[in-house]
């Protein structure tokens, strides 16, 4: 099971789980160290996550955190639990109060729910107000689970997961902002598009009546793009269908097919005496019968595309079809299956056309 998978299971089974769930204790037994287990640390080994790890501050001693995930003897990432029913606040926190005092460039404040990580982007050493990198772990999308993936034993490297926290940081900031400008279109907001599409002047009674339009107008942008998604998939999905139907289909015909056809004694030995004239040229297991209901093939390399001859034996007359360097047909007339030594030149000049061709592509760059 990927990680991927371990983090969707994880979260489908925290939904059934909380009502078990009474205290803060079962909430980081049940939730939490099943998560950091998750992210591959041997949560049995206190070389790796420590846990009530002490971070002292001036005359408070022995506070504690939770668990630290440590590397090289020192915490790379402090955790702080709550109880899953507790929202999460910073400022009451002692991830706040203790992250300057330890070297730990991460923090994590989660109540097994909801998961809050933290930097000091805005100031050194001191832990941001806000997270730059927060997911609900019943809800949690793919993108996110690729961001959370940075925080994996294997892949856990700071300066990598530092320079992606800005980014995270402002990108979750800016998606917030639009959200609640969604919801309810401030003037300033309304003011942008009005300088856009309005040639008027932005009076107080304008913008108030251009809110409604800006936020209809949003919805049913929002509503377009999402209908043609929609569409989009269903035709992707109704076109493998069709596809897959397709083939099904051929593949039901070519069965059939390969069952009404029976192989000749005589196609059996024409084709026997054509590899034994190509064999001059080529290595004999290059040289493939195929057999259909109208003639009986002969290819090299199995290729449908690189046709030696046709053998058509299956009227009261039978022919040798060959094929030129532009595979034009040239239909012959065969009285006795010897006949086909007749044909030798004209055979290995088909093979060797294919072979120069195949050469003359090897050295193209």
């Known amino acids: 099971m990927d990680f991927k998978d371990q983090i969707r299971q994880l979260g489908d089974r925290v939904a059934k789980m909380l009502p078990q769930i009474q205290t803060e204790e079962a909430t980081k037994t049940s939730l939490t160290l099943p998560f950091i287990q998750i992210l591959g640390y041997d949560i049995f080994n206190p070389a790796e996550v420590n846990p ?6 001036g005359i408070k001693k022995g506070e504690k955190v939770d668990y630290a995930i440590m590397r090289n003897g ?6 702080e639990c709550k109880h899953h029913k507790e ?6 926190s002692q991830l706040f109060r203790y992250y300057h005092t330890t070297k730990a460039k991460f923090s994590l404040l989660t109540n097994g729910i909801h998961y809050r990580f933290y930097t000091d982007l805005v100031e050194a050493n001191k832990m941001d107000e806000k997270p730059f990198f927060e997911f609900n772990l019943t809800e949690i999308k793919d993108a996110e689970i690729d961001e959370l993936k940075k925080f994996h034993k294997s892949y856990f490297d700071v300066e990598s997961i530092f320079t992606s926290a800005s980014e995270l940081k402002y990108s979750s900031e800016i998606k917030a902002v639009l959200s609640q400008e969604f919801k309810e279109p401030t003037d300033s907001f309304v003011k942008f598009f009005l300088n856009n599409v309005y040639d008027g002047r932005a009076t107080e009674k304008v913008v108030l009546q251009f809110k409604e339009i800006v936020k209809k ?3 049913q942008l929002i509503s377009d793009m999402i209908n043609d998604r929609l569409k989009s998939a269903l035709s992707k999905e109704a076109e493998t269908e069709n596809q ?8 039901k015909i070519a069965a059939e097919d390969a069952k009404s056809i029976e192989t000749t004694e005589d196609e059996k030995e024409g084709f026997l005496i054509v590899k034994s004239i190509l064999r001059k040229r080529v290595d004999s297991k290059r040289i493939v019968g195929r057999d259909t209901k109208s003639y009986y093939g002969i290819l ?4 449908n595309r690189k046709p030696l001859c046709r053998l058509m034996f299956n009227g009261s007359k039978k022919y040798l079809v060959l094929f030129d360097e532009a595979k034009n047909e040239s239909k012959h007339e065969l009285n006795a299956l010897d006949q086909l030594f007749e044909f030798n030149d004209m055979l290995l000049k088909s093979v060797e056309f294919y072979e120069r061709e195949s050469v003359k592509s090897e050295g193209v760059v």
């Open 300 to 303: 090299l390399d199995d290729n």
């Open 87 to 92: 929202k999460l606040d910073p400022h009451n």
């Open 244 to 251: 897959r139907a397709a083939e099904e289909a051929a593949a």
């Open 52 to 57: 009530e790890f002490v971070a002292d501050l």
């Open 74 to 79: 020192e915490p790379i990432l402090l955790i």
């Open 217 to 219: 107008s949003i919805n």
